[in-house]
T-cell receptor, first 116, second 118 residues
Framework: NAGVTQTPKFRILKIGQSMTLQCTQDMNHNYMYWYRQDPGMGLKLIYYSVGAGITDKGEVPNGYNVSRSTTEDFPLRLELAAPSQTSVYFC???????????????FGPGTRLTVL | AQKITQTQPGMFVQEKEAVTLDCTYDTSDPSYGLFWYKQPSSGEMIFLIYQGSYDQQNATEGRYSLNFQKARKSANLVISASQLGDSAMYFCAMSLRNYGGSQGNLIFGKGTKLSVKP
């Protein structure tokens, strides 16, 4: 069982370049999330999705876009890379909570992005 | 506003001893979940333990236990019998329920770096 997979593991971009971070989960989870982790900090939510075709902004969405065409995939796109986007990016997923229960999020291994 | 506070940037513990990592939270929502994640130097986020706001008993998972004091809004992680492999960053996180649905976004603290000494 692969869980949550992310590609690439590492990437260096030049200012102004674009790229897509891939995230796939095989647990049939409805909820998917993108977080970024800056050095010495906790994770901050960029975007999330509660199901295919439904996405919404998190705490730090500027400079990013997402789409969710399938349950399994939740790619994150950086359109015009800036040095401030140098960070480690984590994708996570969780199952739909029933009766208001809050389910555990499972994380991918992360993508380390450097923008020079 | 919802917030997680971890006041210990770094902690040292002797191998085989117990250690407590502090976490306080702030929310006015009555329904929430509290999580602890471990992040070793390799970078992955490993789920350790979960406590729901309505759970009557403190959560336990092997050597991990969560000391949940609701009135004080604290959710400290206790690691018993520390091992060298426990050396890592530890993050406390809170998940809120969105009324009308459940979205479960996590709010993280800044983390505590635990170092286990042989």
């Amino acid at each position: 069982n692969a869980g949550v997979t992310q590609t690439p593991k590492f990437r260096i971009l030049k200012i102004g370049q674009s790229m897509t971070l891939q995230c796939t989960q095989d647990m049939n989870h409805n909820y998917m999330y993108w977080y970024r982790q800056d050095p010495g900090m906790g994770l901050k939510l960029i975007y999330y999705s509660v199901g295919a075709g439904i996405t919404d902004k998190g705490e730090v969405p500027n400079g990013y876009n997402v789409s969710r065409s399938t349950t399994e995939d939740f790619p994150l796109r950086l359109e015009l890379a800036a040095p401030s986007q140098t960070s480690v990016y984590f994708c996570a997923s969780s199952s739909m909570a029933s009766g208001g229960a809050i389910d555990t999020q499972y994380f991918g291994p992360g993508t380390r992005l450097t923008v020079l | 506003a919802q917030k997680i506070t971890q006041t210990q940037p770094g902690m040292f513990v002797q191998e085989k001893e117990a250690v407590t990592l502090d976490c306080t939270y702030d929310t006015s929502d009555p329904s929430y979940g509290l999580f602890w994640y471990k992040q070793p130097s390799s970078g992955e986020m490993i789920f350790l333990i979960y406590q729901g706001s309505y759970d009557q008993q403190n959560a336990t998972e092997g050597r991990y236990s969560l000391n949940f004091q609701k009135a004080r809004k604290s959710a400290n992680l206790v690691i018993s019998a520390s091992q060298l492999g426990d050396s890592a960053m530890y993050f406390c996180a809170m998940s809120l329920r969105n009324y009308g649905g459940s979205q479960g976004n996590l709010i993280f603290g800044k983390g505590t770096k635990l170092s286990v000494k042989p």
